[in-house]
């Protein structure tokens, strides 16, 4: 059996929106498929009902977005197709409007419902009063002089850009300069749109109740603040009403009971990164208090490149706050409560990644195993024995795939998870070039799910060695908690790791070691060849090289370096510049890719132009690959044929220096 291909990435299916009828009786998906000939997604709406155990494709317009059930028989949902695409194939999607669809699960085409002239991301029904809640991405609307332009002058946005305030673009959106999420209510009767939260306040989640809208909100001009506070607006009397007065950064808002559960850190441990916990505000006693120290990675970051599309990791149901945390090597489940607390769901499965929950029954996207995502059913009972049921068999791999090895290593008082891949076509006795994998964030984790760039590097006879060093997730504050240490005790921990598996593994070739990684994983891969003569050769994606220049051209980077380093360059220039691989560009003799998106933002283009520079004017072998109209999560959810591409450049620069014989 021949093992994983490059070209395999065209054959997967991602899954992500699970939305359960208000009945129980149907859960309904989005699957995203390659389109190989627009060299783009498909993504339509399925379901699945419990009753008869029958999956089905219920949309097939390819363009679906984001749905909500309206009843138990019919659901409005968002989509990229236009009312009038069949009557004018060429009309441009415009990405500051929204198509609202309406389709019975019963059969029938869908319907289109009315055209919303703004740009929604989010939205939630408000059932009593028939109306939905949207969330909307908009510019701030300024005053401007009735004379002030033409039709004869250059538009702006399209021929120039304004800015005025940090930041000013954003990985995903490109410019950004005084865009906000807002929030409007839009009657299903009426058909008509009424602002609630508009000019520059920013919404960051939010969640209803009849007339109560709680959510958390950051307010700012100039420059984008980390902190945020929790709110409650009152759609009946338009009143909108600030609830705490401690800096938090808050995420996920939930109403449970009469109380606001919202996941909040103080950033006191470790700055940004520090894990969040459980705050209750009381809405009869007017108090807020933080309600758990769990010390937990909330949401999962359990890394894989098959994964497409967004969806919930928290919900509210039978006075439970239900929500996924990632632990170890693992994204699991948990449910909270006020009465019971903290109670672990379902564990020890690979990765849960959304999920909805309704009554007893729990449905969820994940990954088991050497499986890419399928759709999985969990019903919750007091029986010892909590079966996971399959639901659908959409990724059904017919490949020779390597398994990972799991193996720890004691470094600087941690114990670090490892992992080994042979290669598919390992022979005993015999020595195979090894590649070091290292993940970004660095607040994530790798596991022991499917993940396609690693079962190619094994499929063409390379070992493939990766760990969770320190900086990582799942292992509590402690161990994440890399401020000021970038390039030091990281650097330690991964090499630890390479030296026990050439101790541990006699198949490891260490004449013929390879590093790579993205992000995080960039800047070390940068780091390690610039300091150390190991490896014969490095693939450096998406990276960072210059930490003045991360903080002054990048999305987060103003914020993010000033928390990481606990400095900015005016305070102490010298301390970046002695942590950024670039200087140190001048020592490297490994060979060294880059590859670069030109529109990420998150980590700017002139990160890899920077180093490749430097590389070249020093004499260095180096190669640098920039992909258009393509942003940070090129590996990800980056146009099929590109992220082929991107694969081939990384095998075949390992292939070039570490097999070919001298």
């Keep these: 059996m021949e093992g994983v291909e490059i070209e395999d990435l065209l054959d997967y299916t991602f899954i992500s929106n699970v939305e359960i009828s208000p009945n129980g009786q149907a859960v309904g998906f989005i699957v995203h498929e390659v389109d190989s000939d627009e060299n783009d997604y498909d993504s339509n709406i399925w379901l699945h009902r419990f009753d008869s155990d029958e999956t089905f494709q219920l949309t097939t317009g390819g363009k679906d977005k984001k749905f909500i059930w309206l009843n138990d028989d019919r659901i409005l949902f968002v989509s990229g197709r236009n009312e009038e695409d069949e009557e004018d194939e060429e009309e441009e999607e415009s990405e500051e409007k929204t198509d609202l669809f309406v389709i019975d699960i019963d059969g029938g085409e869908a319907r289109h419902f009315d055209t919303i002239e703004k740009e929604v991301i989010d939205l939630q029904l408000e059932e009593e009063n028939d109306l939905l809640i949207f969330q909307v991405k908009e510019k701030v609307e300024e005053e401007r002089d009735e004379d002030e332009g033409s039709e004869d002058d250059i538009e702006e946005g399209e021929d120039y850009h304004e800015l005025d305030e940090i930041p000013f673009w954003s990985n995903e959106g490109g410019f950004k300069n005084k865009e906000r999420a807002h929030l409007y209510s839009y009657s299903l009767e009426e058909k008509e ?9 920013q919404v960051r989640s939010f969640d209803l109740n009849e007339k109560r809208i709680s959510l958390s909100m950051t307010e700012y001009e100039d420059k984008m603040d980390f902190i945020s506070y929790l709110y ?16 938090l950064n808050i995420a996920k808002v939930r109403l449970l009971e009469d109380k606001i559960i919202f996941e909040a850190t103080d950033m006191e441990d470790m700055g940004m990164n520090t894990n ?23 949401g999962n970051t359990v890394l894989t490149d098959v ?21 170890g090597h693992q994204s699991k489940l948990y449910s909270f409560s006020l009465e019971g607390g903290v109670e672990k769901v379902i564990d020890d499965f690979g990765t849960v990644d959304h999920f909805d929950v309704k009554d007893d029954k729990i449905v969820f996207t994940g990954l088991k195993d050497q499986v890419p995502q399928e759709l999985y059913f969990f019903e919750e009972n007091d029986s010892e024995e909590k079966n996971i049921v399959k639901l659908t068999d959409f990724n059904e791999i017919e490949k020779e795939v390597s398994e990972p090895e799991r193996f720890t290593v004691e470094s600087n008082g941690k114990e670090i998870e490892c992992w080994i891949m042979k290669p598919v076509d390992h022979e005993p006795g015999e020595s195979y070039p090894t ?6 964030g660095p607040k994530t984790v790798f596991g022991e799910v499917f993940f396609h760039e690693l079962q190619v590097l094994a499929s063409n006879g390379y070992a493939v060695v990766y760990s969770n060093p320190l900086g990582s997730s799942g292992s509590g504050n402690s161990f994440a908690d890399i401020i000021g240490k970038y390039g030091t005790e990281d650097q330690e921990d991964i090499m630890k790791v ?18 790579t990684g993205g992000s995080y994983g960039g800047f070390m891969t940068n780091w390690l060849v610039g300091h150390l003569d190991r490896f014969k050769a490095g693939v450096s994606c998406r990276s960072i090289s210059n930490w ?16 990481q380093f606990d400095t900015t360059p005016w305070e102490d220039q010298e301390f970046l510049w002695e942590r950024s691989p670039l200087k140190y560009a001048d020592k490297v003799d490994t060979p060294l890719l880059l590859i670069q998106s030109r529109t990420d933002f998150r980590c700017y283009e002139a990160e890899a132009i920077q180093m490749f520079t430097a590389l070249k004017y020093h004499g260095a072998d180096s190669k640098l690959v920039l992909f258009e109209e393509e942003n940070h999560d090129l590996s990800r959810s980056g146009r099929p044929k590109q992220r082929i591409k991107r694969l ?3 095998v075949g620069w390992f292939d070039k220096y570490l097999k070919e014989t001298e």
């Excluded at 590649?435 to 970004?440: L, P, Q, R, T």
């Design 648 to 650: 081939e450049e990384i």
């Design 193 to 201: 749109m009424e602002p609630l939260i508009t000019g520059y306040k």
């Design 276 to 298: 969040k916990e459980f705050y209750v505000y009381d809405l009869e006693e007017h108090v807020y208090y933080k309600e758990t120290d769990m010390d937990k990675s909330l």
């Design 232 to 247: 409650e607006y009152d759609h009946s009397t338009d009143e909108l009403t600030k609830l705490t007065d401690k800096e």
């Design 307 to 327: 994964r497409y599309g967004i969806g919930e990791v928290s919900r509210v149901e039978n006075e439970r706050y239900y929500f996924i945390s990632t632990e």
């Design 548 to 563: 003045t220049s991360m903080f002054s051209t990048t999305d987060i980077g103003y914020y993010f370096v000033e928390d």
């Design 498 to 515: 390479v030296d026990t598996a050439i101790e541990k593994y006699d198949f490891i070739d260490e004449d013929k070691l390879g590093v």
């Design 435 to 440: 590649v070091v994998e290292i993940h970004g």
